[in-house]
């Protein structure tokens, strides 16, 4: 596989929700206009907690003290209460975001037979350029139509770790896949 840049259009867990008007934004407002009127401020409290928690998870720093903060502010409301906002929460945002990742890779190809081969490949890229981190490996059962064109099948693991300008994307993505291709 040559090395060189991809681009890459994606939809991700995007913007920081731990701000108090966002989440409050988010929340069903339906659900909780009763309790919204009687326990403003520890649901407050609760919400800012439980976003930063949710955001440090998502980016891999989450520490005691955090779940301390969470774990107090929902002591103070009570269980119905503080499982009714958990459950109200955002899990996920969107946003798009573009980036050019620098990738260089490897691709090794065995021929069984004529028709049958074999191949393997992987490549790692970003390098802080565009994503923190990409890396993707794959290996594949093919077959050769002609001496140009053929068809594969195979389990691909890709990994991408974006995170710039309040857009956070980590991304896990593996199982079978399919192509067909045509070799120049």
């Known amino acids: 596989m040559p090395a060189g840049?991809?681009?890459?259009?994606?939809?991700?867990?995007?913007?920081?929700?731990?701000?108090?008007?966002?989440?409050?934004?988010?929340?069903d407002r339906n659900q909780l206009r009763d309790v919204l009127a009687s326990a403003r401020g520890d649901i407050r409290a609760y919400i800012r907690a439980e976003a930063a928690v949710r955001l440090a998870a998502a980016n891999g720093t989450l520490t005691s003290d955090l779940q301390a903060k969470s774990a107090a502010a929902k002591s103070k409301l009570g269980p119905s209460i503080s499982n009714a906002l958990?459950?109200?929460?955002?899990?996920?945002?969107?946003?798009?975001q573009w980036w050019i990742?620098?990738?260089i890779g490897l691709r090794g190809q065995i021929n069984i037979t004529r028709?049958?081969?074999?191949?393997?490949?992987?490549?790692?890229?970003?390098?802080?350029?565009?994503?923190?981190?990409?890396?993707?490996?794959?290996?594949?059962?093919g077959f050769n139509f002609t001496r140009n064109i053929f068809a594969e099948l195979g389990y691909r693991y890709?990994?991408?770790?974006?995170?710039?300008?309040?857009?956070?994307?980590?991304?896990?993505?593996?199982?079978?896949?399919?192509?067909?291709?045509v070799k120049f």
């Open 101 to 103: 990742d620098p990738i």
């Open 158 to 181: 890709m990994y991408v770790d974006y995170n710039k300008n309040n857009f956070l994307y980590q991304m896990n993505s593996f199982g079978l896949f399919s192509s067909i291709g």
């Open 5 to 27: 840049p991809s681009s890459r259009r994606d939809r991700g867990v995007g913007r920081d929700h731990s701000r108090d008007g966002d989440i409050l934004r988010a929340i």
């Open 115 to 141: 028709w049958l081969f074999l191949a393997a490949q992987g490549d790692v890229g970003g390098f802080g350029a565009g994503s923190q981190l990409t890396w993707n490996t794959q290996a594949t059962v």
């Open 86 to 96: 958990k459950d109200s929460l955002p899990t996920y945002g969107s946003d798009d």
